[in-house]
Structures are given as C-alpha cells and as structure tokens.
C-alpha cells in the first residue's frame, strides 16, 4: 500500500503562482510513476502531469511551459510548480501513484482556486 498527502492548495489572483507537493509513504519501490490530476465538479479527472522514476515528465496541452513536475526521492515527494495561473486551472488536484502491478493510489485532494 502507498499513501499520498497533498499540500500547498489555496487562493491565487491570475498571473500568480503555487507549488504543490505530495508527501508518499508505504510501498515506495513498486512505485514507476507519479503525478497529478486535477478534477472540476461535473467533470472527470484529467491528467495534470507525471513523472517517472527515470524522470521522464510529461504534461496536458493546458499547463505546457505554465508547470514543471519534478520529484525528489530521498523524500518521496513529489512536486508541481503552478506558474502563470489561469482561472480555468480551478480545480481539485490529485496526486497520483502507479505500481509495476498497476495499482492506482490517490490522496485526498487539495484544491486550487485562481480568481481575482
């Protein structure tokens, strides 16, 4: 089992920035990538932007050149930089985690709201 703890949500006016990071625990090495979703009500929950244990990093058309994952392992912790927010980056943000045997592992959500 892994457990994922997101922090770093809140309120930002456009234009600003916020840095989230998912605190993993448990069963670190069945884990080959991580990354974040987002979800708005109503809607499903899209990916945001991953990470493999190599590094490798892929994002959605939305956030390209707006946010950077990265991850640092010694902490098991994962991180999206959110820069130049728009308001249709409000959402629930999830962070995410896949084992080698496909198990899927979520936290609990951290919202973002970008508003004036």
């Known amino acids: 089992q892994v457990q994922l703890v997101e922090s770093g949500g809140g309120l930002v006016q456009p234009g600003g920035s916020l840095r989230l990071s998912c605190a993993a625990s448990g069963s670190m090495f069945s884990i080959l990538v991580m990354g974040w979703y987002r979800q708005v009500p109503g809607k499903q929950r899209d990916l945001v932007a991953s990470i493999t244990n190599g590094g490798r990093a892929r994002y959605a058309d939305s956030v390209k050149g707006r946010f950077t994952i990265s991850r640092e392992n010694a902490k098991n912790t994962v991180y999206l930089q959110m820069n130049s927010l728009k308001p249709e980056d409000t959402a629930v943000y999830y962070c995410?985690?896949?084992?080698?045997?496909?198990?899927?592992?979520w936290g609990q959500g951290t919202q973002v709201t970008v508003s004036s």
């Open positions: 995410n985690a896949v084992s080698g045997n496909y198990d899927i592992f």
